[in-house]
C-alpha cells in the first residue's frame, strides 16, 4: 500500500479515514456523556455543562431509564464500539485487509447501532421530551457509519445482492450521501416540529 503523504489516497484509504473520523467524534462526545454520568452519580442535583433550556437538558436524558437501556450507562457501548472501529481504520491504513466474515460481523454491529440510536431519538424526542446534545452527536457519527459501511460491503460483494435489487443496492451505492442527508433532515423535522412550541418562543 503507498505511503500516506506520497501518494493520491485510494478509495479504501478514504473509506479507512472516514471511519476513524466519524469514530474519534463519536468517541469523544460518548467520553463526555461518561463524565456528564459520572457527575450526576457523584451528584444527583448537579446541573450539566448542557442544560441548556427546557427542551435541551441533558440531566433529563442522562437520567431517564433509557439512559441505560441494558443496565448500564448507554455511553460505555459508545466508547468500546467506537474504539473498536478506530482501530479497524487503523489497521486499514496500515495495509490490513479484513476476511468476508469480518466485514458482516463489523455490519451487524452498525445495523445494531443504527437501530439502537433510532430508538434512543424516539425516546428522547416524544417519551423524555428533552434532547441531549452529546447524544445528538453519537447519533450523527452512527448515521454515516452504518451507511458508508453497507455501502463499502456491497461493492466489495461482501453482502450479496439478488437481481431483484441489484437497481435498490446500486443507487444506495450511489447516493449514499444523501442517504445520510435524508436521515439527518428527517431527525432535524421531527425535533423541530416537536418542540415547536418552545422554537417558537425564541424568534
Known amino acids: 500500500m503507498a505511503k500516506l503523504g506520497k501518494t493520491k489516497l485510494n478509495s479504501y484509504q478514504k473509506f479507512a479515514l472516514a471511519l476513524i473520523g466519524l469514530s474519534t467524534v463519536g468517541l469523544v462526545a ?70 468476508r466474515w469480518f466485514w458482516l460481523g463489523l455490519q451487524s454491529g452498525t445495523i445494531f447501532g443504527a437501530l439502537f440510536i433510532t430508538w434512543l431519538f424516539y425516546e428522547a424526542v416524544y417519551h423524555i421530551k428533552a434532547l441531549c446534545p452529546y447524544c445528538i452527536v453519537v447519533w450523527s457519527m452512527v448515521i454515516p457509519l452504518f451507511v458508508y459501511v453497507t455501502r463499502y460491503n456491497i461493492l466489495e460483494g461482501n453482502i450479496k445482492v439478488g437481481k431483484p435489487l441489484q437497481g435498490v443496492s446500486k443507487w444506495f451505492c450511489e447516493n449514499a450521501w444523501f442517504i445520510v442527508a435524508i436521515w439527518y433532515l428527517a431527525i432535524f423535522t421531527a425535533i423541530l416540529a416537536q418542540f415547536w412550541y418552545y422554537w417558537k418562543t425564541l424568534f
Open 30 to 99: 460518548a467520553f463526555i456523556l461518561m463524565l456528564e454520568k459520572i457527575q450526576l452519580l457523584k451528584n444527583p442535583a448537579a446541573q450539566l455543562s448542557c442544560n441548556i433550556n427546557p427542551v435541551v437538558s441533558c440531566n433529563n436524558v442522562i437520567t431517564s431509564k433509557q439512559a441505560e437501556a441494558f443496565g448500564f450507562a448507554n455511553p460505555i457501548i459508545g466508547l468500546v464500539s467506537f474504539a473498536v472501529i478506530i482501530t479497524i481504520g487503523m489497521g486499514m491504513l496500515a495495509g490490513a485487509k479484513y476476511k
